[in-house]
């Protein structure tokens, strides 16, 4: 019969797509590219909208994209980072490079992978330490936690839900580790050194099965995370050993000799309106109390290049010499100062932090006899909770 159709319901669409996701118009459009780069066919069905289709480069680049835009990455941030297509290269060369060395998210503390992260972490902390850049392998094992889990929990992804997961945890990751470390760990791990210490410390690919071709490395940006610091002028540089900064005697500075004694038990702290107290945060106080800091307060941070100025830990005040700072603070190597932020308490209900003493910290080898005592007041609150000032020069 003419005007016939199979019968079913009106109006089903045979290929639908996805129009709720951002657009104001509730209609799809097609990717950024070159105009007649897709076939109108393919602008139809809209196929490049499921994730299920997308490559995972592009789910990468994707995840990081909509974190940026539901505010988890701060526009500062992504300034600190290379495009977005140059970190996600990065972070494909060096989750490929870690998946060949059998390093999977949620086995870091297996015995094997371990292993292999322990030796990559030294060397990547040796090869930081000969250009001047002080680092830890706990530092650099947590960066590749970060990076590792969102290689793979990205390449797994099938929905937008999924995706929107992989980057809230990224910049969870990105805010608890830095910037500086993402890119340390980026850089030397492309330039194919941390595929050459892993199968070195574990054995686990053979020499044959080396890439032929070397993997790109992700170009930084003009400033680098941690620049080679130069002397201070018209005061000596202090000697230094492999890992410390030492003082006119040959003791690293602000430190004691002796052992440290612990802080208070690793068990979250809580109370209604405060944010969580951590129980890995809890351990570096020896008393911390619930606080509301009023408005007006100034409270100040010290950080270096590749800091998150909006981190945890604070104090309200300025300390007066780096000596100062590693002891009372007990703050390591991984951060090297030259730089502070302020933030002051806007008018209002005030902010809700928590207070206390700074517990020891012991230092690690070859300096493990010694330990910084702390005692001064720190102040700690969830990453990225405020947005400080610019940073200034602390002078010292």
């Given at each position: ?377 720190q102040i700690w609150m969830p990453p990225n909770t405020v947005t400080p000032a610019g ?6």
């Amino acid at each position: 019969m003419s005007g016939s159709r199979q019968p079913g319901a009106v109006c089903v669409h045979t290929n639908p797509v996805v129009v709720a996701d951002g657009t104001t118009c509730l209609a799809p459009s097609p990717p950024p590219g070159p105009v007649g780069s897709r076939p109108p066919l393919t602008a139809v069905n809209h196929s490049f909208h499921s994730v299920a289709h997308m490559s995972h480069q592009e789910k990468m680049a994707e995840a990081i994209r909509r974190a940026h835009a539901a505010g988890l990455i701060s526009r500062e941030i992504m300034r600190q980072l290379p495009s977005v297509g140059e970190l996600v290269v990065g972070i494909v060369v060096v989750g490929g490079v870690l998946v060949g060395l059998g390093v999977a998210a949620g086995a870091v503390a297996s015995t094997g992978v371990g292993a292999v992260l322990e030796a990559i972490a030294a060397g990547i902390v040796l090869a930081l330490a000969a250009v001047g850049i002080i680092s830890s392998a706990r530092e650099v094992i947590s960066g590749i936690g970060v990076l590792i889990a969102f290689y793979t929990s990205t390449e797994r992804a099938t929905s937008y839900v999924e995706l929107d997961q992989a980057g809230r945890e990224f910049a969870t990751g990105l805010a608890e580790v830095g910037v500086g470390t993402i890119m340390m760990i980026l850089s030397v791990l492309g330039a194919r050194q941390g595929l050459k210490m892993g199968r070195g410390a574990a054995g686990k690919l053979s020499a044959s099965e080396s890439p032929s071709e070397p993997p790109v490395t992700p170009r930084i940006r003009e400033e680098p995370p941690r620049a080679r610091r130069e002397p201070e002028p018209r005061r000596p540089a202090p000697p230094k050993d492999s890992a410390y900064e030492l003082d006119r005697d040959g003791v690293p500075l602000g430190a004691r000799r002796g052992a440290a004694k612990s802080g208070l038990p690793s068990e979250t702290l809580s109370k209604k309106g405060w944010p969580d107290l951590p129980a890995d945060e809890a351990k570096n106080f020896n008393s911390a109390e619930p606080v509301t800091l009023k408005p007006g307060r100034k409270i100040y941070r010290v950080i270096d290049d590749s800091s998150n100025p909006a981190g945890g830990y604070w104090t309200e005040k300025l300390p007066g010499s780096r000596a100062e700072w590693r002891s009372d603070l007990a703050v390591n190597e991984w951060n090297t100062n030259g730089k502070y932020v302020e933030y002051t308490v806007p008018e209002g209900p005030g902010l809700n932090v928590w207070r206390g003493e700074t517990a020891a910290q012991q230092l690690r080898a070859p300096r493990s006899d010694f330990y910084r005592p702390g005692g001064g007041q720190q102040i700690w609150m969830p990453p990225n909770t405020v947005t400080p000032a610019g940073p200034k020069p602390t002078g010292w």
